[in-house]
């Protein structure tokens, strides 16, 4: 806390003694962002960001359990997954995109050389 505003909170939300989620607050005191430790490691390998309208708008992964090394990244809006973007070859840039609509896969893209633009794409019906 900081004074009466919330900060940060670290949550064992199994009460197995290892923290498992850490709330991180802004300057209003709304909830910004949220670390989960999905491994129960007490190391932070996820992260979901809030948007301005409260529900969730990023949520960013690390499949190493690297929590500096995030290799996938979902978007929402309104609280409906709209894309995911994933690093597969480790070099810290997406290159491969999905898409969706109405909650269902629609488009696929991918980056077949590292050069950050993705050039293939696939239109799923």
């Known amino acids: ?8 909170s670290r949550i064992d939300s199994d009460e197995d003694g290892t923290i498992d989620r850490w709330e991180y607050y802004d300057e209003s005191g709304r909830l910004a962002k ?3 430790s999905s491994r129960k490691d007490g190391r932070v390998d ?3 960001f809030a948007g301005a309208d409260g ?3 990023r949520i960013e992964i690390s499949s190493s359990g690297n929590e500096q090394k995030i290799d996938r990244w979902e ?6 997954l709209e894309s995911v973007a994933m690093d597969e070859n480790g070099d810290g840039k997406p290159d491969r995109k999905l898409s969706y609509a109405n909650g269902a ?3 696929i893209e991918s980056d077949p050389d590292p050069s ?4 293939k794409r696939v ?3």
């Open 123 to 125: 239109t799923v019906k």
């Open 55 to 57: 529900s969730i708008a």
């Open 46 to 48: 996820s992260w979901a």
């Open 116 to 119: 950050g633009v993705f050039r």
């Open 34 to 36: 949220v670390g989960f």
């Open 105 to 107: 896969l629609a488009v």
């Open 1 to 8: 806390m900081d004074g009466s505003r919330p900060v940060q």
């Open 75 to 80: 978007f929402y809006t309104s609280g409906v």
